[in-house]
Nanobody, 115 residues
Framework: QVQVVESGGGLVQAGGSLRLSCAVSGIAFSWTTVAWYRQAPGKQRELVADINIGGSTNYADSVKGRFTISRDNARKTVYLQMGSLKPEDTAVYYC?????????WGQGTQVTVSS
């Protein structure tokens, strides 16, 4: 009964900002590593950022300095603050929650960055 639900996607002009949310339920959130991935049409899904139970973060080189991942254990939500957006950031963004062998994906949220 694990649920991962993304929200916050939309259309934004290059240079703008968006904040994505990932709400996780049905799992011990405090012991869950959460990651954001993205996938453009015809492209392989790629890791954008992740955050572990201790708050340690990891970012793809392409988003370092522009994106920030954070977690709110009380709300069982992980956020991806995206700034200085570029057209190449356009993709469906997916949230992934992992604890031990359990690995659950959300449905994705579309982010489109115009030139």
């Amino acid at each position: 009964q694990v649920q991962v639900v993304e929200s916050g996607g939309g259309l934004v002009q290059a240079g703008g900002s968006l904040r994505l949310s990932c709400a996780v339920s049905g799992i011990a959130f405090s012991w869950t590593t959460v990651a954001w991935y993205r996938q453009a049409p015809g492209k392989q899904r790629e890791l954008v950022a992740d955050i572990n139970i201790g708050g340690s973060t990891n970012y793809a080189d392409s988003v370092k300095g522009r994106f920030t991942i954070s977690r709110d254990n009380a709300r069982k939500t992980v956020y991806l603050q995206m700034g200085s957006l570029k057209p190449e950031d356009t993709a469906v963004y997916y949230c992934n929650a992992r604890i031990e062998s359990i690995n659950v994906w959300g449905q994705g949220t579309q982010v489109t960055v115009s030139s």
